[in-house]
Protein backbone atom coordinates (compact mmCIF):
# COMPACT_ATOMS: atom_id res chain seq x y z
CA UNK A 1 0.00 0.00 0.00
CA UNK A 2 1.17 3.36 -0.81
CA UNK A 3 1.62 5.69 2.24
CA UNK A 4 1.03 8.95 1.93
CA UNK A 5 1.26 12.04 5.14
CA UNK A 6 0.15 15.29 2.44
CA UNK A 7 -2.82 16.32 1.45
CA UNK A 8 -2.45 19.04 -1.57
CA UNK A 9 -5.18 21.70 -2.40
CA UNK A 10 -4.89 23.21 -5.75
CA UNK A 11 -7.27 26.49 -5.79
CA UNK A 12 -8.66 27.21 -9.52
CA UNK A 13 -6.54 30.61 -10.33
CA UNK A 14 -5.56 33.11 -12.98
CA UNK A 15 -2.99 32.83 -15.35
CA UNK A 16 0.07 32.96 -13.13
CA UNK A 17 1.44 36.51 -12.72
CA UNK A 18 4.99 34.90 -13.71
CA UNK A 19 6.40 33.25 -16.69
CA UNK A 20 9.12 31.22 -15.21
CA UNK A 21 11.49 29.37 -16.98
CA UNK A 22 11.51 26.61 -15.25
CA UNK A 23 7.63 26.15 -15.04
CA UNK A 24 6.21 22.26 -15.76
CA UNK A 25 3.10 23.41 -15.07
CA UNK A 26 2.26 23.01 -18.60
CA UNK A 27 3.36 19.14 -18.51
CA UNK A 28 1.00 18.28 -15.43
CA UNK A 29 -1.46 16.66 -17.78
CA UNK A 30 -4.16 16.81 -15.12
CA UNK A 31 -4.30 20.03 -14.92
CA UNK A 32 -5.17 20.66 -18.59
CA UNK A 33 -8.72 19.41 -18.27
CA UNK A 34 -9.50 22.09 -15.87
CA UNK A 35 -8.80 25.07 -18.44
CA UNK A 36 -12.34 25.48 -19.26
CA UNK A 37 -13.00 25.49 -15.81
CA UNK A 38 -13.80 29.75 -14.36
CA UNK A 39 -12.19 30.64 -11.44
CA UNK A 40 -14.55 28.86 -9.04
CA UNK A 41 -14.43 28.11 -5.27
CA UNK A 42 -13.55 25.05 -4.05
CA UNK A 43 -16.75 23.37 -2.80
CA UNK A 44 -16.27 23.04 1.24
CA UNK A 45 -18.05 20.67 1.92
CA UNK A 46 -16.41 17.89 -0.21
CA UNK A 47 -13.09 19.19 0.66
CA UNK A 48 -13.77 18.69 4.94
CA UNK A 49 -15.18 14.96 3.44
CA UNK A 50 -11.96 14.33 1.61
CA UNK A 51 -10.07 16.26 4.81
CA UNK A 52 -11.19 13.27 7.06
CA UNK A 53 -10.74 10.62 4.25
CA UNK A 54 -7.63 11.91 4.13
CA UNK A 55 -6.88 11.98 7.82
CA UNK A 56 -8.78 8.44 8.42
CA UNK A 57 -5.27 7.06 5.77
CA UNK A 58 -2.75 8.44 7.89
CA UNK A 59 -2.37 11.98 5.96
CA UNK A 60 -0.69 14.32 8.58
CA UNK A 61 0.30 17.61 6.97
CA UNK A 62 -1.87 20.37 4.17
CA UNK A 63 -0.38 22.36 1.64
CA UNK A 64 -1.90 24.88 -0.32
CA UNK A 65 -0.27 24.59 -3.57
CA UNK A 66 -1.08 25.16 -7.36
CA UNK A 67 -1.35 24.47 -11.14
CA UNK A 68 -0.39 28.37 -11.25
CA UNK A 69 0.03 30.47 -8.33
CA UNK A 70 -2.67 29.94 -5.37
CA UNK A 71 -1.95 33.48 -4.15
CA UNK A 72 -4.21 34.61 -7.37
CA UNK A 73 -7.24 32.59 -6.80
CA UNK A 74 -10.03 34.49 -4.92
CA UNK A 75 -8.92 35.89 -1.33
CA UNK A 76 -11.91 34.95 0.59
CA UNK A 77 -11.70 31.40 -0.81
CA UNK A 78 -8.20 30.81 -0.12
CA UNK A 79 -9.02 32.45 3.28
CA UNK A 80 -12.28 29.59 4.07
CA UNK A 81 -9.75 26.96 2.22
CA UNK A 82 -7.16 27.60 5.01
CA UNK A 83 -9.40 27.91 7.67
CA UNK A 84 -10.83 24.56 6.94
CA UNK A 85 -7.38 22.91 6.60
CA UNK A 86 -6.11 24.30 9.96
CA UNK A 87 -9.59 22.36 11.89
CA UNK A 88 -8.04 19.60 10.71
CA UNK A 89 -3.95 19.77 10.79
CA UNK A 90 -1.56 21.40 13.18
CA UNK A 91 0.09 22.71 10.09
CA UNK A 92 -0.89 24.52 7.28
CA UNK A 93 1.51 24.89 4.55
CA UNK A 94 1.88 27.22 1.35
CA UNK A 95 3.73 26.97 -1.86
CA UNK A 96 4.14 30.59 -3.62
CA UNK A 97 6.22 32.83 -5.72
CA UNK A 98 5.29 35.34 -2.70
CA UNK A 99 4.60 38.57 -5.46
CA UNK A 100 1.60 38.69 -4.09
CA UNK A 101 1.69 38.62 -0.17
CA UNK A 102 1.50 42.54 0.54
CA UNK A 103 -1.62 42.87 -1.96
CA UNK A 104 -4.11 44.94 0.56
CA UNK A 105 -7.58 44.40 0.79
CA UNK A 106 -8.87 47.18 2.89
CA UNK A 107 -5.88 47.64 5.61
CA UNK A 108 -5.05 43.64 5.76
CA UNK A 109 -2.16 41.94 3.38
CA UNK A 110 -2.89 38.92 1.67
CA UNK A 111 -0.66 37.70 5.06
CA UNK A 112 -2.63 38.75 7.86
CA UNK A 113 -5.44 37.22 6.05
CA UNK A 114 -3.97 33.69 5.94
CA UNK A 115 -2.51 34.12 9.25
CA UNK A 116 -6.01 34.52 10.43
CA UNK A 117 -7.03 31.25 8.70
CA UNK A 118 -4.48 29.68 10.36
CA UNK A 119 -2.18 29.18 7.79
CA UNK A 120 1.56 28.04 9.81
CA UNK A 121 4.32 27.30 6.79
CA UNK A 122 4.89 29.38 3.92
CA UNK A 123 7.67 28.73 1.27
CA UNK A 124 8.52 31.13 -1.51
CA UNK A 125 9.82 29.94 -4.44
CA UNK A 126 12.95 32.49 -5.64
CA UNK A 127 15.68 31.69 -7.95
CA UNK A 128 18.35 34.05 -7.08
CA UNK A 129 19.37 36.29 -4.07
CA UNK A 130 19.56 39.02 -7.06
CA UNK A 131 16.80 40.64 -7.74
CA UNK A 132 17.35 41.33 -11.30
CA UNK A 133 18.43 38.12 -11.84
CA UNK A 134 15.43 36.40 -10.04
CA UNK A 135 13.39 38.45 -12.71
CA UNK A 136 15.65 37.23 -14.95
CA UNK A 137 14.52 33.65 -14.37
CA UNK A 138 11.11 33.72 -12.92
CA UNK A 139 9.52 36.40 -15.09
CA UNK A 140 8.07 38.05 -12.36
CA UNK A 141 7.86 41.66 -11.17
CA UNK A 142 10.27 42.49 -8.40
CA UNK A 143 8.27 42.89 -5.32
CA UNK A 144 9.69 43.36 -1.58
CA UNK A 145 11.05 40.48 -0.28
CA UNK A 146 12.60 41.84 2.73
CA UNK A 147 8.95 43.26 3.73
CA UNK A 148 7.24 40.36 2.25
CA UNK A 149 9.37 38.65 4.88
CA UNK A 150 8.97 40.92 7.69
CA UNK A 151 4.54 40.56 7.21
CA UNK A 152 4.85 36.95 7.79
CA UNK A 153 7.26 37.39 10.67
CA UNK A 154 4.74 39.20 12.21
CA UNK A 155 2.12 37.44 11.78
CA UNK A 156 4.35 34.21 13.19
CA UNK A 157 4.09 31.81 9.84
CA UNK A 158 7.47 29.57 9.40
CA UNK A 159 9.09 30.83 6.16
CA UNK A 160 10.91 28.85 3.38
CA UNK A 161 13.04 29.60 0.57
CA UNK A 162 12.90 27.45 -2.23
CA UNK A 163 15.56 27.74 -5.15
CA UNK A 164 15.76 25.71 -7.56
CA UNK A 165 20.09 25.10 -8.33
CA UNK A 166 20.88 25.81 -12.07
CA UNK A 167 23.83 26.09 -13.96
CA UNK A 168 24.18 29.82 -14.71
CA UNK A 169 22.11 30.92 -11.25
CA UNK A 170 22.43 29.23 -8.21
CA UNK A 171 25.37 26.74 -9.76
CA UNK A 172 28.30 26.87 -7.28
CA UNK A 173 29.18 26.63 -3.70
CA UNK A 174 30.16 30.14 -3.86
CA UNK A 175 26.64 31.40 -4.95
CA UNK A 176 24.80 28.71 -2.70
CA UNK A 177 27.02 30.10 0.52
CA UNK A 178 26.04 34.24 -1.00
CA UNK A 179 22.16 32.65 -1.11
CA UNK A 180 21.88 31.60 2.20
CA UNK A 181 23.76 34.66 3.65
CA UNK A 182 21.39 37.05 1.74
CA UNK A 183 18.46 34.96 2.80
CA UNK A 184 19.11 35.20 6.66
CA UNK A 185 19.90 38.72 6.15
CA UNK A 186 16.21 39.16 5.47
CA UNK A 187 15.06 36.90 8.55
CA UNK A 188 14.94 33.52 6.59
CA UNK A 189 15.96 30.28 8.86
CA UNK A 190 14.83 27.49 6.23
CA UNK A 191 16.13 26.66 2.36
CA UNK A 192 15.62 24.58 0.26
CA UNK A 193 17.30 23.69 -2.47
CA UNK A 194 16.10 22.11 -5.35
CA UNK A 195 16.72 20.19 -8.52
CA UNK A 196 15.08 21.04 -11.53
CA UNK A 197 11.79 19.09 -12.86
CA UNK A 198 11.27 17.76 -15.90
CA UNK A 199 8.89 14.89 -16.95
CA UNK A 200 11.74 12.65 -18.88
CA UNK A 201 8.84 11.15 -20.82
CA UNK A 202 7.31 14.56 -22.33
CA UNK A 203 9.19 15.65 -25.39
CA UNK A 204 8.36 18.93 -25.48
CA UNK A 205 10.50 19.12 -22.53
CA UNK A 206 11.25 22.68 -21.56
CA UNK A 207 14.73 23.27 -23.03
CA UNK A 208 15.78 25.97 -20.54
CA UNK A 209 15.48 22.92 -18.21
CA UNK A 210 17.79 20.52 -19.72
CA UNK A 211 20.58 22.66 -20.00
CA UNK A 212 20.65 24.29 -17.03
CA UNK A 213 19.82 20.95 -15.05
CA UNK A 214 22.76 20.40 -12.42
CA UNK A 215 22.57 17.65 -10.05
CA UNK A 216 21.63 19.00 -6.66
CA UNK A 217 24.44 16.72 -4.88
CA UNK A 218 26.95 19.72 -5.08
CA UNK A 219 25.29 21.48 -2.00
CA UNK A 220 24.84 17.93 0.23
CA UNK A 221 28.58 17.86 -0.77
CA UNK A 222 29.64 21.19 0.27
CA UNK A 223 27.12 21.10 3.95
CA UNK A 224 30.02 18.04 4.13
CA UNK A 225 33.12 19.57 3.21
CA UNK A 226 32.55 22.44 5.58
CA UNK A 227 31.35 19.86 8.16
CA UNK A 228 28.16 22.15 10.18
CA UNK A 229 25.40 20.50 12.29
CA UNK A 230 23.80 17.68 10.64
CA UNK A 231 20.44 16.35 11.95
CA UNK A 232 17.12 14.73 11.13
CA UNK A 233 13.91 16.39 10.52
CA UNK A 234 10.79 15.13 11.14
CA UNK A 235 10.84 13.22 7.80
CA UNK A 236 13.94 11.63 8.69
CA UNK A 237 15.19 14.07 6.26
CA UNK A 238 19.23 15.60 6.25
CA UNK A 239 19.40 19.20 7.70
CA UNK A 240 22.48 21.07 7.81
CA UNK A 241 22.66 24.28 9.99
CA UNK A 242 24.85 26.23 8.51
CA UNK A 243 24.92 29.85 10.70
CA UNK A 244 21.64 29.36 12.04
CA UNK A 245 19.89 28.43 8.79
CA UNK A 246 18.65 25.56 8.11
CA UNK A 247 19.16 24.00 4.92
CA UNK A 248 17.90 20.81 3.19
CA UNK A 249 17.64 19.39 -0.57
CA UNK A 250 15.58 17.36 -3.02
CA UNK A 251 15.75 15.14 -3.67
CA UNK A 252 16.93 13.84 -0.67
CA UNK A 253 16.92 10.08 -0.60
CA UNK A 254 16.70 9.66 2.89
CA UNK A 255 13.21 11.60 3.49
CA UNK A 256 10.11 9.16 4.29
CA UNK A 257 7.38 11.50 4.05
CA UNK A 258 5.13 11.65 -0.02
CA UNK A 259 8.36 12.80 -2.41
CA UNK A 260 9.13 8.82 -1.92
CA UNK A 261 5.33 7.75 -1.51
CA UNK A 262 2.64 9.31 -3.00
CA UNK A 263 0.39 12.70 -2.86
CA UNK A 264 -3.48 12.74 -2.30
CA UNK A 265 -4.57 15.99 -4.46
CA UNK A 266 -7.78 17.70 -4.72
CA UNK A 267 -8.03 19.30 -7.81
CA UNK A 268 -10.23 22.38 -8.80
CA UNK A 269 -12.79 20.48 -9.99
CA UNK A 270 -13.69 19.36 -6.21
CA UNK A 271 -12.26 15.87 -7.11
CA UNK A 272 -8.96 14.10 -5.12
CA UNK A 273 -6.56 11.98 -7.37
CA UNK A 274 -3.72 10.34 -6.24
CA UNK A 275 -1.70 11.82 -9.58
CA UNK A 276 -1.10 14.83 -11.51
CA UNK A 277 -0.33 13.27 -14.36
CA UNK A 278 -4.30 11.13 -15.02
CA UNK A 279 -7.51 11.92 -14.80
CA UNK A 280 -7.88 7.95 -13.84
CA UNK A 281 -5.92 8.08 -10.64
CA UNK A 282 -9.48 9.94 -9.06
CA UNK A 283 -10.16 8.48 -5.63
CA UNK A 284 -13.65 10.22 -4.58
S1 LIG B 1 5.40 30.83 -10.22
FE1 LIG B 1 5.07 28.60 -10.33
S2 LIG B 1 3.23 28.34 -11.64
FE2 LIG B 1 3.98 30.44 -11.93
S3 LIG B 1 5.26 30.32 -13.76
FE3 LIG B 1 6.60 30.08 -11.96
S4 LIG B 1 6.74 27.88 -11.62
FE4 LIG B 1 5.00 28.22 -12.99
Partial sequence: MVEVSTLLVVPKTKKC????????????????????IEEQEINLNKLEAVIKFSKSIGVIDANITGGTEPTLTNSKNLYDITSILSKYFGRVNMYTNGASLLNKTGNKTLTDMLSD??????????AHYDDEKNSEVMRLRKYDLRQTVQNLTENGIDTKLSCLVAKDY??????????????????????????LLYLKNDEDCNEWVKNNAIPVSFVSNLMKVIKINEFKGLWNQTIWNYNGVAVTIWPDNSRKDTINNGDLIYMPDNHLYSSWLTKTSRIM
Fill in 17 to 36: NAHCKFCITDQLSNLDSFEG
Fill in 170 to 195: IGNEGEVINYITRAKSLGIRKIIFRE
Fill in 117 to 126: GGLTNLVISR
